[in-house]
Structures are given as C-alpha cells and as structure tokens.
C-alpha cells in the first residue's frame, strides 16, 4: 500500500488521527505556490541579434521546486534507475549501499551517525514545516522591490519619452529657424559688400575733385 493509501485508510479510521495527518508537514508535503506565474522572459524583450539562443538558451526559473522524495532526496535520482531496477530498486539499492559500507567498516557507528540522522531529520522537518512560510514572506519582498522597480523604470520611461519629445520640437523648431539664419548670413554679406563699394565709390569721388 503506497503513502497515500495508508493515510487515506487512517483518516477514515479515526479523526483524530486523520488531523494529526492533516497538520503533518512531512505528508502533506507543503510547498508555497506563488500567487503570480513567474515569466520566462519579460514582457516586450528584443533578443539581440548577435545572441547565439540555440545553443546558449536564457535559463528558465522554475515555478516550483523539483519534486523530491523521503522530503530531500531529488525524484530524478529515482527515475535514472527507474527503468533498470524498478520502482523498489532504488530504495533496496540505497540500502545495500548503506549496509555494505557499514559492513566493511568503510565508515565506522558512532554516536556521531545518531547525531548525524537526528540533524537530517530536524533539518528535513524545519524545512517541510516552515519552508512555505519563510518562501512566501520572501516572496512578498520580492514582489514588493519588483514593483518598486518596474515603478521606478516606469517613471524613468516616461521621462525619457517627454525629453525625447521635447527635444524632437527642438529639432523641428531649429529646422525652421535654418532658412532664416542663412538668410541673415546672406543679407549680412550683402550688408558689407554694399558698405564697402560705397566707402571705394566715395574714395574715388574725392580723388577725382
């Protein structure tokens, strides 16, 4: 009988049991779900051209943890062997592992292992216990400095589209005011030569008289 068949015979075997399982961190397996589906890329992403993405993909974050059994052990070490062993290989593997290591006095008992076992399971229960609670505070801080980031960028966006805007009248103010200042140089230039054939005009009159 699996995990879950043994749970579901004892919760209807007794209540008061069944609440035991129920608030049982270890079986009800508590894994924080984020209120908001993380994105693989952002939203309006240009790629840049010289990126090679076919053999160097951008990481993709997970939306949830891999799958794990006995609480830490990765499931993919299980289906690895899977195919040759079995669904019971793997665990009678480990455990021949374990016993013949310790057979061979490969790794000595002490009391050290009890501490050892007992430090694992405490680590396993915190972590099955009050990981939920500790992820989803920190994912409040996460949202909460995303949204402070994306408003930042937002108000820095919008700055720099109305400085680009005004700087485009700028641009299509000084477009016109080209014409007239080349029309000024030219009749500046006029201006001067018409002043200096008056000063050489009057110059000869007087040496002419």
């Not at 079995?86 to 593997?93: A, H, I, K, N």
């Amino acid at each position: 009988m699996s995990a879950f068949g043994m749970s579901s015979f004892l919760v209807r075997l007794s209540p008061k049991y069944a609440r035991m399982i129920s608030n049982s961190a270890f079986l009800k397996g508590a894994t924080y779900i984020p209120d908001k589906v993380l994105q693989e890329m952002p939203a309006g992403f240009k790629e840049n051209p010289e990126r090679d993405v076919v053999n160097f993909p951008h990481p993709v974050r997970l939306m949830y943890p891999p799958k794990t059994r006995l609480g830490f052990i990765p499931d993919s070490w299980f289906n690895a062997l899977y195919d040759i062993t079995g669904v019971t290989g793997p665990y009678f593997l480990t455990g021949g592992l374990v016993l013949f290591i310790l057979q061979k006095e490969l790794l000595g008992a002490s009391h050290e292992m009890v501490v050892l076992f007992v430090r694992i399971a405490f680590f396993v229960y915190v972590g099955r216990k009050f990981g939920s609670l500790v992820a989803r505070w920190a994912e409040a801080g996460l949202v909460e400095e995303e949204e402070k980031d994306q408003q930042f960028l937002k108000n820095r966006l919008q700055t720099l589209n109305s400085s680009v805007a005004e700087c485009t009248k700028k641009i299509e103010s000084y477009k016109a005011l080209v014409p007239m200042i080349y029309e000024a140089k030219r009749e500046n230039i006029a201006l001067q030569i018409e002043a200096d054939y008056r000063q050489r005009l009057a110059v000869a009159h007087r040496n002419v008289i």
